[in-house]
């Protein structure tokens, strides 16, 4: 074997060949959708860049050379630059702030000579590398607060940024790394509570704050009486004072006082009273979990009415609206058009499509941001359910192949960002797709290889081929592996 | 301590998480294309869309096949606001040509703006020149429809023909299912009258909106052209008649006696029909209907005009067939009628007089005498069962009642039952308390079409045909049967020779009407003068001619145009000379007509309730 026949082995040596091939595949895809989808026939020149597939044609292969780089690259500087990329990553996220361009309100981009950057999507290789490079720390457990803290301030000084930036969508992108948290162990009990405040969060502007109030009342002494099993006879005694106390606490009021405040009043002071007792009990008994469910508690009632300002705050009107009009609280016409007309767009395909180039709500354009945020649409009608499905099942797949690699990392640091990126691909999968087709509301969050922008591909490359070099190295490392 | 990802569990629930969200994506997908079908209509709504070819409306031809409307071909200026160029168009150019106004524009392209891929509609009404104009400019993105209008050569009869115009929510309402917001629709007279003889029948198309061509529409229905319609009308004589009737209030129908055909239907004042097509419709239609003198109203069909002296001939025939008059019954009059203190006055003549002097002259006396004579017959048991014998009769005349002709509109005037009279007259009512029907006065009300209908039956000793607007529709070999049906009144036929023995007499020996005698043409003919409590008397007139095998009649109402002699003779003389003889042999007469002042009191100033 010669020298130069060892060096183009070694480019592919260890490679995971069915995670390259799908990638492949998926980037060509999304070629010939982003084709279907801007393809003009009365176009006098359709060789010119002017054409967004050319421009996509020529990103791919920008992206094919970067990724060549990339495993040519050896993949320990992925470890060493970590916490550099990073910093590196929120230089240029803080750079939008100052120099940034705004395209549909979020200030989230940065012109260079005619091509559009989104910071954000190169930072999320930064961030998923440092969370990596921290999480493979020695001393580093997910059971030392002060390990949580540290991790949280790196995940929060991204999403403080990109709320800043008004792009909340690719900032929510890193909630999504609870995926990888509970893949590395993190405790069930972070994970319930972080999902329950998720969860009232978007409840608080479907029911009214008493009704929540209500519901949480009755959840929080539910889950204090679980914790009673141990003596049922406490539990029923605890629930009956309960009662009773606020029942007299309100007749007091309004019969001795007079002054008229409403029941649930009574029954939160009388809760929040009791309080002290369940924290005693658990004291005495050393229940942890019943800390937590008293703390979520607290955060929760202290949510309750500051929901509706971060939803008016933090939130932009159209923002709002979409949400509103996801939870069917408002009528937007405008978000409820493109929901439906994507809905009708991919509802029409049928069993096979209509056949490439030939989707008629694509072609005459009723379907909005048919190439970018909605090229799921191009796919559902023209190759129906069929090619939906293939595409779906390609996504799994790969994301599956993922976290396969990561499952097979003999280090922490390569586990913890194959599953970063698995856990933001899914993400972007489920709220891309989810969209589409009415499920999740709208978000400009594109679909990974296939959704029209260079700088989108580009990235999404980069971090893949990343997660294929730490894993082809793992591999060559292993005995039984065999050199092609 | 916990190793991490040694835990069999924290690596399962992950791929199930995968699975489960790609389970739902997949589940949801199938959900859309294969099981809910509603997306594929959806879709094709939104690009494929029905459109209506509208047919060519049928002509209307008069009776010696001249057109009275045509079809004419005008253009609809459409925008596709994608195709407009991207550097603006030239407005001002295209303001000049549409004739619309800035803002109007403005708005049509705002509105092109909404729907930036579909045709949109900036201007109505374009002529072939306005069109050409705009070719010439060549923008992209604006194009024109061709679409038919009606068109009037003759500008004549505006009430007669009626108009053509946008149906309205209301008439959507109560018409059949045929019509569509935006359609067009037939509005009054013939237009609205054959209706669906002239509209064919729309067409209907699937068309790929975003298609340039229309090789790619789906013919679903091909449109089917309106019938041409020949009506009865002789548009020169009603031209001539409209001529003569400018500047007066009032009405002219003339009637071909043998048939039922309507030659002459001229209500006056009237407008012309041509102002109502087009862009400045609306401004007229409302010019029209704020005007005090109400040209839209069809007074020869709607209006209820006291007939006057003329309905003497209903009354002297029901005398005659009851047998309480002779055509030898003689009555003096000095001066009017005088029955304790009721006086009916009387113009001078000589006293007494028999019947057809009676109708010659138009003795109010003598008809005094004679419809108490009808209503004291002592055959009957009481004035009232008497006075329902009466209506009978004059029902069967066509008095207060439709004639059913196919003029959609037509008016019923009015003719007092005894209900009416019990009501007014506490039940104590006599002949003399409805004296004034005897000389058609009181509250008698007729429309000209009836005065011309019952000159007609005259004319035909005893019966008619119920007037009629068409002669024949394309297509098919007869009208309906109840054109074809002598109508029969009850009175028979061997009395009318001395009315019309009356009425000759005083066309040409010695009674009122001698200016409507036509050297060689025997013209017979009653006058009326209808007092009226708004000021001078309505002139009107009755007439056919000749006398025997009669081929025209006529009845002319001008509403305060003084005695039936002043006004309402010349005009009626001058139609029929025009029609019987083709010429005017007395244009002074013509001139007489038409420098005729009449002076028209302040009810035609009454403002029209908003």
Request: hydrophobic content about 45%; glycine content about 8%.
């Given at each position: 074997m010669t020298a130069r026949e060892r060096n183009s082995v070694r480019l592919f040596a260890g490679v995971d060949r069915v995670a390259v091939i799908l990638y492949v595949v998926l980037t060509l895809v999304g070629f010939a959708s982003i084709f279907s989808a801007s393809w003009n026939e009365t176009s006098d020149s359709p060789l010119s860049l002017s054409h967004n597939y050319m421009k996509q044609a020529m990103w791919l292969g920008i992206s094919w050379v970067a990724a060549l780089v990339i495993l040519l690259l050896d993949s320990s500087v992925w470890h060493k630059f970590s916490y550099f990329i990073y910093g590196f990553g929120i230089l240029a996220l803080l750079s939008t702030l100052a120099i940034g361009t705004t395209v549909n309100g979020a200030k989230a981009w940065i012109s260079l000579g005619g091509f559009r950057i989104q910071p954000m999507e190169f930072a999320k290789i930064a961030i998923a590398l440092a969370t990596a490079r921290m999480m493979s720390e020695y001393s580093f457990s997910l059971d030392k607060p002060k390990d949580l803290l540290r991790l949280g301030a790196l995940l929060l000084l991204p999403l403080g940024i990109a709320v800043l930036q008004n792009d909340l969508g690719s900032g929510l992108v890193l909630g999504s790394f609870l995926f990888m948290l509970y893949r590395e162990g993190l405790n069930n009990w972070l994970c319930v509570p972080v999902l329950f405040i998720a969860m009232l969060f978007i409840l608080s502007f479907v029911f009214t704050p008493v009704t929540l109030l209500v519901a949480l009342i009755v959840v929080f002494t539910l889950s204090a009486v679980m914790m009673m099993r141990e003596s049922w006879q406490l539990a029923i005694k605890y629930v009956a004072t309960l009662f009773a106390v606020s029942i007299m606490l309100h007749l007091l009021l309004n019969l001795v006082v007079e002054s008229g405040t409403s029941y649930y009043v009574s029954l939160l002071t009388t809760t929040i009273l009791s309080l002290v007792a369940v924290i005693v009990y658990a004291f005495r008994k050393s229940l942890r979990a019943l800390y937590i469910i008293v703390l979520l508690f607290f955060v929760s009632i202290m949510i309750l009415p500051t929901s509706d300002l971060m939803f008016n705050k933090v939130l932009k009107e159209h923002q709002q609206k979409r949400i509103q009009s996801f939870l069917g609280l408002v009528s937007d016409p405008r978000a409820d058009y493109n929901v439906n007309q994507s809905k009708i767009a991919i509802g029409s395909g049928g069993v096979f499509g209509k056949g490439y180039l030939q989707g008629s709500q694509i072609r005459y354009g009723f379907v909005p941001e048919r190439h970018t945020d909605f090229i799921f649409c191009t796919i559902g009608e023209e190759f129906g359910f069929v090619g939906s499905l293939a595409l779906l099942l390609l996504l799994a797949a790969f994301i599956l192949r993922l976290m396969r690699m990561g499952d097979r990392q003999q280090e922490t640091f390569g586990r913890v960002y194959c599953y970063c990126i698995a856990s933001i691909l899914l993400f972007h999968v489920l709220i891309n797709i989810g969209m589409t087709i009415g499920l999740m509301p709208v978000m400009g969050i594109p679909l990974p290889f296939i959704s029209y922008g260079g700088s989108s591909l580009f990235a999404f490359t980069i971090m893949v081929f990343i997660a294929f070099s730490l894993d082809a190295s793992t591999r060559r490392e292993l005995p039984t592996y065999r050199y092609i | 301590m916990k190793e991490y990802g040694y835990n069999r569990w924290r690596s399962i629930i992950p791929r199930l998480l995968v699975f489960g969200i790609f389970g739902i994506l997949i589940l949801r997908v199938a959900y859309l294309q294969l099981i809910d079908g509603r997306y594929d209509s959806l879709a094709n709504d939104n690009y494929l869309r029905y459109v209506v070819k509208y047919p060519p409306r049928g002509e209307v031809f008069d009776r010696n096949g001249e057109y009275l409307v045509q079809s004419k071909i005008c253009y609809d200026l459409m925008a596709v606001w994608r195709d407009l160029p991207k550097g603006g168009i030239d407005t001002l150019r295209l303001l000049e040509i549409t004739a619309l106004s800035p803002k109007r524009l403005e708005k049509a392209l705002a509105d092109a703006r909404m729907s930036p891929r579909q045709g949109r509609l900036i201007a109505k009404y374009l002529s072939a020149e306005e069109k050409l104009q705009l070719d010439e400019l060549n923008i992209t993105g604006l194009y024109t429809v061709p679409r038919t209008v009606r068109q009037y050569p003759r500008k004549i009869g505006g009430n007669l023909l009626g108009s053509v115009g946008e149906i309205t929510a209301d008439m959507l309402q109560r018409s059949s299912d045929y019509y569509a917001i935006g359609d067009y629709i037939g509005i009054d007279g013939i237009e609205s009258a054959y209706e669906e003889e002239l509209r064919g029948e729309k067409g209907l198309v699937l068309h790929d909106i975003y298609a340039r061509d229309e090789s790619s529409d789906e013919i679903i229905n091909h449109p089917k052209p309106g019938k041409s319609i020949v009506c009865t009308i002789d548009a020169r004589l009603q031209a001539f008649a409209e001529e003569l009737m400018r500047g007066k209030v009032g009405a002219v129908v003339a009637i071909e006696p043998t048939t039922g055909e309507i030659l002459v239907m001229a209500s006056s004042p009237t407008f012309d029909p041509d102002e109502l097509v087009g862009r400045e419709r609306g401004n007229n239609y409302m010019r029209n209907l704020n005007n005090p003198r109400q040209p839209l109203f069809n007074r020869s069909v709607k209006s209820k005009y006291p007939p006057g002296s003329t309905f003497k001939l209903v009354n002297g025939l029901i005398g005659l067939q009851e047998g309480v008059l002779k055509p030898q019954y003689r009555y003096s009059c000095h001066n009017g009628y005088d029955y304790g203190k009721i006086h009916v006055g009387c113009h001078e003549h000589s006293s007494p007089l028999n019947l057809d002097y009676a109708i010659a002259t138009s003795c109010n006396a003598y008809f005094c005498y004679v419809f108490r004579n009808i209503l004291e017959n002592k055959e009957y048991e009481s004035i009232k069962d008497a006075y329902d014998v009466w209506c009978d009769y004059v029902d069967s005349f066509g008095f207060g009642r439709k004639l059913e002709s196919d003029f959609l509109g037509e008016g019923r005037g009015y003719v007092p039952d005894r209900a009416f009279y019990d009501k007014r007259y506490h039940k104590s009512w006599n002949a003399l308390t409805t004296l004034s029907l005897s000389i058609g006065q009181g509250e008698l009300g007729c429309t000209p079409l009836q005065l011309a209908n019952l000159a007609a039956t005259i004319?035909?000793?005893?019966?008619?045909?119920?007037?009629?607007?068409?002669?024949?529709?394309?297509?098919?070999?007869?009208?309906?049967?109840?054109?074809?049906?002598?109508?029969?009144?009850?009175?028979?036929?061997?009395?009318?020779?001395?009315?019309?023995?009356?009425?000759?007499?005083?066309?040409?020996?010695?009674?009122?009407?001698?200016?409507?005698?036509?050297?060689?043409?025997?013209?017979?003919?009653?006058?009326?003068?209808?007092?009226?409590?708004?000021?001078?008397?309505?002139?009107?007139?009755?007439?056919?001619?000749?006398?025997?095998?009669?081929?025209?009649?006529?009845?002319?109402?001008?509403?305060?145009?003084?005695?039936?002699?002043?006004?309402?003779?010349?005009?009626?003389?001058?139609?029929?000379?025009?029609?019987?003889?083709?010429?005017?042999?007395?244009?002074?007469?013509?001139?007489?007509?038409?420098?005729?002042?009449?002076?028209?009191?302040?009810?035609?100033?009454?403002?029209?309730?908003?």
């Amino acid at each position: 074997m010669t020298a130069r026949e060892r060096n183009s082995v070694r480019l592919f040596a260890g490679v995971d060949r069915v995670a390259v091939i799908l990638y492949v595949v998926l980037t060509l895809v999304g070629f010939a959708s982003i084709f279907s989808a801007s393809w003009n026939e009365t176009s006098d020149s359709p060789l010119s860049l002017s054409h967004n597939y050319m421009k996509q044609a020529m990103w791919l292969g920008i992206s094919w050379v970067a990724a060549l780089v990339i495993l040519l690259l050896d993949s320990s500087v992925w470890h060493k630059f970590s916490y550099f990329i990073y910093g590196f990553g929120i230089l240029a996220l803080l750079s939008t702030l100052a120099i940034g361009t705004t395209v549909n309100g979020a200030k989230a981009w940065i012109s260079l000579g005619g091509f559009r950057i989104q910071p954000m999507e190169f930072a999320k290789i930064a961030i998923a590398l440092a969370t990596a490079r921290m999480m493979s720390e020695y001393s580093f457990s997910l059971d030392k607060p002060k390990d949580l803290l540290r991790l949280g301030a790196l995940l929060l000084l991204p999403l403080g940024i990109a709320v800043l930036q008004n792009d909340l969508g690719s900032g929510l992108v890193l909630g999504s790394f609870l995926f990888m948290l509970y893949r590395e162990g993190l405790n069930n009990w972070l994970c319930v509570p972080v999902l329950f405040i998720a969860m009232l969060f978007i409840l608080s502007f479907v029911f009214t704050p008493v009704t929540l109030l209500v519901a949480l009342i009755v959840v929080f002494t539910l889950s204090a009486v679980m914790m009673m099993r141990e003596s049922w006879q406490l539990a029923i005694k605890y629930v009956a004072t309960l009662f009773a106390v606020s029942i007299m606490l309100h007749l007091l009021l309004n019969l001795v006082v007079e002054s008229g405040t409403s029941y649930y009043v009574s029954l939160l002071t009388t809760t929040i009273l009791s309080l002290v007792a369940v924290i005693v009990y658990a004291f005495r008994k050393s229940l942890r979990a019943l800390y937590i469910i008293v703390l979520l508690f607290f955060v929760s009632i202290m949510i309750l009415p500051t929901s509706d300002l971060m939803f008016n705050k933090v939130l932009k009107e159209h923002q709002q609206k979409r949400i509103q009009s996801f939870l069917g609280l408002v009528s937007d016409p405008r978000a409820d058009y493109n929901v439906n007309q994507s809905k009708i767009a991919i509802g029409s395909g049928g069993v096979f499509g209509k056949g490439y180039l030939q989707g008629s709500q694509i072609r005459y354009g009723f379907v909005p941001e048919r190439h970018t945020d909605f090229i799921f649409c191009t796919i559902g009608e023209e190759f129906g359910f069929v090619g939906s499905l293939a595409l779906l099942l390609l996504l799994a797949a790969f994301i599956l192949r993922l976290m396969r690699m990561g499952d097979r990392q003999q280090e922490t640091f390569g586990r913890v960002y194959c599953y970063c990126i698995a856990s933001i691909l899914l993400f972007h999968v489920l709220i891309n797709i989810g969209m589409t087709i009415g499920l999740m509301p709208v978000m400009g969050i594109p679909l990974p290889f296939i959704s029209y922008g260079g700088s989108s591909l580009f990235a999404f490359t980069i971090m893949v081929f990343i997660a294929f070099s730490l894993d082809a190295s793992t591999r060559r490392e292993l005995p039984t592996y065999r050199y092609i | 301590m916990k190793e991490y990802g040694y835990n069999r569990w924290r690596s399962i629930i992950p791929r199930l998480l995968v699975f489960g969200i790609f389970g739902i994506l997949i589940l949801r997908v199938a959900y859309l294309q294969l099981i809910d079908g509603r997306y594929d209509s959806l879709a094709n709504d939104n690009y494929l869309r029905y459109v209506v070819k509208y047919p060519p409306r049928g002509e209307v031809f008069d009776r010696n096949g001249e057109y009275l409307v045509q079809s004419k071909i005008c253009y609809d200026l459409m925008a596709v606001w994608r195709d407009l160029p991207k550097g603006g168009i030239d407005t001002l150019r295209l303001l000049e040509i549409t004739a619309l106004s800035p803002k109007r524009l403005e708005k049509a392209l705002a509105d092109a703006r909404m729907s930036p891929r579909q045709g949109r509609l900036i201007a109505k009404y374009l002529s072939a020149e306005e069109k050409l104009q705009l070719d010439e400019l060549n923008i992209t993105g604006l194009y024109t429809v061709p679409r038919t209008v009606r068109q009037y050569p003759r500008k004549i009869g505006g009430n007669l023909l009626g108009s053509v115009g946008e149906i309205t929510a209301d008439m959507l309402q109560r018409s059949s299912d045929y019509y569509a917001i935006g359609d067009y629709i037939g509005i009054d007279g013939i237009e609205s009258a054959y209706e669906e003889e002239l509209r064919g029948e729309k067409g209907l198309v699937l068309h790929d909106i975003y298609a340039r061509d229309e090789s790619s529409d789906e013919i679903i229905n091909h449109p089917k052209p309106g019938k041409s319609i020949v009506c009865t009308i002789d548009a020169r004589l009603q031209a001539f008649a409209e001529e003569l009737m400018r500047g007066k209030v009032g009405a002219v129908v003339a009637i071909e006696p043998t048939t039922g055909e309507i030659l002459v239907m001229a209500s006056s004042p009237t407008f012309d029909p041509d102002e109502l097509v087009g862009r400045e419709r609306g401004n007229n239609y409302m010019r029209n209907l704020n005007n005090p003198r109400q040209p839209l109203f069809n007074r020869s069909v709607k209006s209820k005009y006291p007939p006057g002296s003329t309905f003497k001939l209903v009354n002297g025939l029901i005398g005659l067939q009851e047998g309480v008059l002779k055509p030898q019954y003689r009555y003096s009059c000095h001066n009017g009628y005088d029955y304790g203190k009721i006086h009916v006055g009387c113009h001078e003549h000589s006293s007494p007089l028999n019947l057809d002097y009676a109708i010659a002259t138009s003795c109010n006396a003598y008809f005094c005498y004679v419809f108490r004579n009808i209503l004291e017959n002592k055959e009957y048991e009481s004035i009232k069962d008497a006075y329902d014998v009466w209506c009978d009769y004059v029902d069967s005349f066509g008095f207060g009642r439709k004639l059913e002709s196919d003029f959609l509109g037509e008016g019923r005037g009015y003719v007092p039952d005894r209900a009416f009279y019990d009501k007014r007259y506490h039940k104590s009512w006599n002949a003399l308390t409805t004296l004034s029907l005897s000389i058609g006065q009181g509250e008698l009300g007729c429309t000209p079409l009836q005065l011309a209908n019952l000159a007609a039956t005259i004319a035909n000793r005893g019966y008619y045909y119920i007037p009629h607007i068409v002669r024949s529709i394309e297509g098919q070999d007869s009208l309906d049967a109840r054109f074809y049906r002598k109508n029969y009144t009850k009175v028979e036929p061997q009395h009318f020779e001395t009315i019309v023995q009356g009425m000759w007499r005083g066309v040409n020996v010695d009674g009122t009407c001698q200016g409507a005698k036509l050297e060689g043409w025997d013209v017979c003919g009653k006058t009326g003068t209808a007092q009226n409590p708004r000021g001078e008397d309505h002139s009107t007139f009755v007439s056919f001619a000749p006398r025997n095998n009669p081929r025209i009649a006529i009845a002319v109402y001008v509403e305060h145009g003084g005695f039936g002699a002043s006004m309402a003779v010349p005009i009626a003389t001058l139609v029929e000379e025009m029609y019987l003889t083709d010429t005017i042999t007395r244009p002074w007469l013509v001139d007489y007509v038409k420098q005729k002042q009449i002076n028209y009191y302040n009810a035609y100033d009454r403002k029209r309730k908003k």
